[in-house]
């Protein structure tokens, strides 16, 4: 059974129930207070009767006359003539049984239903109900009087009939509200059940956009919540597949360039017998590919180390790191023209590895030299204090980068310009790899560049206090 039907027949069970109970309830009180009543007029009655006769007999005896049943009769007569009533006047024997029936208009067969003396009993007579009441007199006489209460039963009936009927009638009305009701409350559970299994689908970018205040509003937003949960997982597992995808690629095809030369000219080397000069040219090209290897080879180790250890971290002199690092990028710098070099660490200390540092500036000032800035153009390497951070940044004046692919040039061996990357002897690691020692050290890499005005690439870095550098 569907949950809106199991709330449909739920609601309708609860108003149904209190429905019925209330108006049994209802009905009998009712019923018991008109029955009482009666009661009370019928009793009033008997009584004034019982008063008549007795106050005639008094009478008789103050005058000195002889009491005859026929004088008590007659006035028993005189209340006779109302089908609601019944009256019979009785002797009774010296042990207080009944003895003679003086007077009798009850119908046929009531002459065994006495009630006890003061006594009140209930029974049925043909189609009628009756109630019975029997009082002694003085004298030994007793009278019985009953009274018809069929007409009460019968208000009842036709109460319990109307209320029927109204119970049907709610009954109806309330199962098709229950059916509207519950159509409406479980819409949202009927949408978050087909979102789902459009999720299930493949659908990640779908939403439910239910905004209610209640409980099913509450598990829509944690349903949209976990779908955007699941997007973004699912955006970045497919990301880094790809990125997975390009990696293998890029890795292949930087193995295989360097692979080709060497193979290549040390064939030639082993076939042929080229002159001394010939050699010296296969020999150079040999290992500029082997040291575009080996460099290939350490960065690879060096972005493995960062991923799998931790570094143990110390204050470091900005100053000292910044210049070893100048001086490892001279050869650099002068094999693209020699760019002038602008670099101070401002005096400021951080907490990291040293050798680490040195070689992210290293990366990024020989990243900035192949960018092609020129002769006339500068590198500046500045540090600063930035908040509760200190900002290292390296800026040149070359090339630029695209802005569609400023977030990509951190993935390894991605290369905007990959022919100018590798005749300048890149492999597209340099970024990556800066933007892990940036990571392991606590901070992060920003891009900041406009194609043909430069590029601007800052590091933040926790600050230490001055101390000994490593």
Known sequence: MRFSQKLVCTMLLVVVSCFAIGG??????????????????????????CYTLESEILSLHRHG????????????????????????????????????????????????IWPAADETLMFRGGDSIWRVYRSDLIDGYALVTAYDTSNLFADRSRSVQRFLFLEVAVLLGAGVAAILFSRRLTRPLALLTGASRRMAAGDYALRTGIKTDDEIGQLSQSFDSMAQAVQDKVAALELSVRQR???????????KTPMTGILGYADLLRRMQPDPEEQREAAGAILHEAKRLESLGGKLLQLLHLDEEELTLAPVSLDKAVAAAARAAAPVLEQNGGVHLDAAGGGLWVTGDADLLCDLVLNLVSNAAKAGPGPDKTITVTARMAGEWVELCVRDEGCGIPADQIDRVTEPFYMVDKSRARRQGGSGLGLSLCASIARAHGGELRIESEPGRGTAVTVTLRPAPKGDAL
């Open 24 to 49: 049994t309830a209802l009905l009998y009180g009712d019923f018991t207070d008109r029955l009482n009543a009666a009661a009370v007029q019928e009793q009033a009655r008997h009584s004034m009767l």
């Open 65 to 112: 006359e002889t009491v005859s049943g026929d004088t008590l009769v007659a006035l028993c007569a005189d209340f006779a003539g109302d089908p609601a009533q019944h009256t019979a006047l009785l002797t009774m024997d010296d042990e207080g049984s009944i003895g003679l029936l003086l007077y009798d208009d009850f119908p046929l067969g009531w002459d065994t």
């Open 245 to 255: 995808e390009d990696f293998m690629g890029a890795f292949t095809h930087e193995l």
